[in-house]
């Protein structure tokens, strides 16, 4: 098993690598006399079997460098049946379509084709249909890959993602892995830890869906303490015992210790005031049904993919509908930090950076579109409005000037900014909104990042050098002019959109859509037609009246 997922590892970065890519080469050495398997096939019997098998001919390339590499000598096929690789494959992908309950990753007449020649024998099979199971197992592996390494074919950056997917061309690799037998498979798996994890709770909620029947919850009508009694606690109970808040199962009616322990847990898991009070929002996130539960989680699932595989040990990751920033030292989340992120009408990109520099005590430059619109007003009615809000002109524009906010505890960036240099103009900064850090939900900004805790994590970013001591690091927040510190190495920064993650503690977290990212992608990965809102609806009316008038 292992050493075909490392096949299956390695071939999905060649698989779907980079259009410029050197020709593949045939390699004429292999021959029957020189190569282990001597069951090889010409290579224009690819083309017959395109034309008869119209699912698979969308691999043609892939089919062809592949083959070419090994001169068209057999992959799963041996003299004696089947190759252990192929049953690897087959239990591979039987497991894949058992965990992620998707039977579009199994190829048509892939299971019959490999049971009968499995049943059968190669001795008892017709020479035509030998060459056909070949291809079939290669067109399965292929499909197993797309759907499982790679997803669905969906362009991210039109659902607003923005961080690259890796292309690497190993397709060579691949052919030198068969034939050396040298499998490593964790050093080369392409996934993110947090795919790993997500699949793991998807088989929970799978078997949740299976095991349990599900009614809806009532808002209460009276405020439950510690000590009452009642069959709607009971009820509560049994729910929070299956989601795994509740450790040890209580089928009596009474409120206990342990109830509001579950509860607290539950919506600590759901980012939601944590208390013990059964409160309105808490019960609508328990009525959401388990199958929209597990569309979240195959969302979510997608996203993992996207996300590249963790290289650097230390980086710097905000999850936008989570309201946090995550350290990682040396592997490890560290500590968190609350943050407020775009509203939905200024959503935060999700993308990736290098943090490069710190700047102390920094200047905000106005954008043109304020000082057109909001301040130039008030400055021509009041001279003083410049000088009273902290403001100077510092440069002549084209048709008005060019204002800055100066350094102090009014600025609107507060005290320090962190820079990622990159072309949405995003970075992270204090603020003197510190009130706005106590809010639940936390989407306030125009797009940029405000940070909770920005001495904090100034202190985090230059530990290395002792130089910036806490007191120093206070002083320079406190300059009346700005003050550039670069970092002697940058560190790597990703903003990501995840509506549902496992924790550093194992716990499965949800979240509400704050952009309306997961419905957008739930449209394209479960073929639905896009959800039309009454406003929208109304304006492509009267845009359809104005065109036909």
Same mark, same amino acid.
């Given at each position: ?40 096939? @010409? ?15 969308? *691999? ?15 992959? =799963?096929?041996? &003299? ?68 499982? *390494? ?17 292309? &690497? ?18 050093? *080369? $798996? ?59 199962? @209580? ?19 759901? #980012? ?45 990751? &905000? ?22 992120? #775009?509203?939905?009408?200024?959503? !935060?990109?999700?993308? !990736? ?10 200047? =905000? ?9 909001? &301040? ?109 510190? !670069? ?7 990703? $903003?990501?959109?995840?509506?549902? =993650? ?10 509400? @859509? ?20 009454? @406003? ?14």
């Amino acid at each position: 098993m292992k050493q075909f997922v490392f096949i299956a590892a390695c071939f999905v970065l060649s698989f779907f690598a980079c259009n410029n890519k050197p020709a593949i080469e045939q390699d004429l050495t292999i021959t029957k006399k020189t190569a282990f398997n001597s069951l090889f096939f @010409d290579s224009s019997q690819l083309e017959n079997y395109f034309k008869k098998n119209s699912q698979l001919a969308k *691999y043609k390339e892939q089919y062809i460098a592949f083959y070419k590499l090994r001169n068209y000598q057999f992959a =799963w096929i041996d &003299v004696k049946g089947f190759d252990e690789q192929a049953i690897h494959l087959a239990n591979l992908v039987n497991n894949a379509v058992g965990n992620l309950q998707d039977s579009s990753i199994y190829v048509s007449n892939f299971l019959s084709s490999y049971n009968s020649m499995l049943v059968d024998g190669l001795e008892n099979v017709e020479t035509n249909e030998i060459l056909e199971t070949e291809l079939l197992l290669t067109g399965q592996f292929f499909n197993y890959v797309a759907k499982v *390494y790679k997803g669905m074919d969906i362009n991210a950056e039109e659902l607003g993602w923005f961080i690259p997917r890796k292309k &690497v061309d190993l397709s060579k690799l691949l052919d030198t892995i068969i034939k050396s037998k040298q499998y490593e498979v964790d050093s *080369y $798996l392409p996934f993110n830890s947090q795919y790993y994890k997500l699949q793991e709770q998807l088989k929970v909620y799978y078997q949740l869906q299976k095991k349990y029947t599900w009614d809806t919850f009532a808002i209460p009508t009276k405020v439950y303490k510690k000590g009452d009694s009642s069959v709607y606690i009971k009820k509560l109970k049994n729910y929070l015992f299956r989601f795994g808040d509740l450790k040890i199962q @209580d089928t009596s009616k009474k409120y206990t210790t342990e109830t509001e322990k579950a509860i607290k847990s539950f919506k600590r898991r759901f #980012g939601l005031p944590i208390d013990g009070n059964i409160s309105k929002r808490f019960v609508q996130e328990l009525n959401v049904s388990i199958k929209t539960r597990i569309e979240q989680l195959l969302v979510n699932l997608e996203r993992a993919r996207w996300l590249p595989a963790e290289k650097d040990s230390n980086y710097i990751l &905000v999850n936008i509908p989570e309201y946090k920033m995550h350290i990682y030292d040396s592997a490890v989340n560290k500590w968190d930090i609350n943050v407020i992120v #775009g509203k939905a009408a200024t959503s !935060t990109v999700i993308f !990736t950076g290098n943090l490069k520099h710190i700047v102390f005590s920094p200047y =905000w430059r106005l954008p043109t579109s304020i000082i057109k619109n909001e &301040v130039m007003p008030k400055y021509r009615k009041d001279k003083s409005y410049l000088a009273r809000n902290g403001m100077e002109i510092y440069a002549k524009g084209d048709s008005f000037p060019l204002i800055r906010q100066k350094p102090g505890p009014k600025n609107s960036l507060g005290l320090v900014k962190f820079l990622f240099p990159n072309s949405y103009d995003i970075y992270f900064h204090d603020t003197p909104e510190r009130s706005l850090f106590g809010a639940n939900d936390r989407s306030f900004s125009h797009g940029c990042i405000r940070v909770g805790e920005p001495a904090k994590l100034a202190q985090y970013l230059l530990r290395k050098d002792t130089t910036y001591k806490p007191q120093i690091i206070d002083s320079l927040m406190h300059l009346p002019k700005e003050k550039w510190v !670069t970092l002697p190495k940058a560190v790597p920064v990703y $903003l990501v959109y995840f509506t549902t =993650w496992v924790d550093k503690n194992g716990k499965l977290n949800f979240r509400k @859509d704050i952009y309306k990212h997961d419905e957008k992608m739930a449209n394209k990965l479960f073929d639905r037609e896009p959800i039309i809102s009454k @406003d929208s609806l109304i304006a492509l009316k009267k845009k359809q009246e104005i065109k036909n008038n």
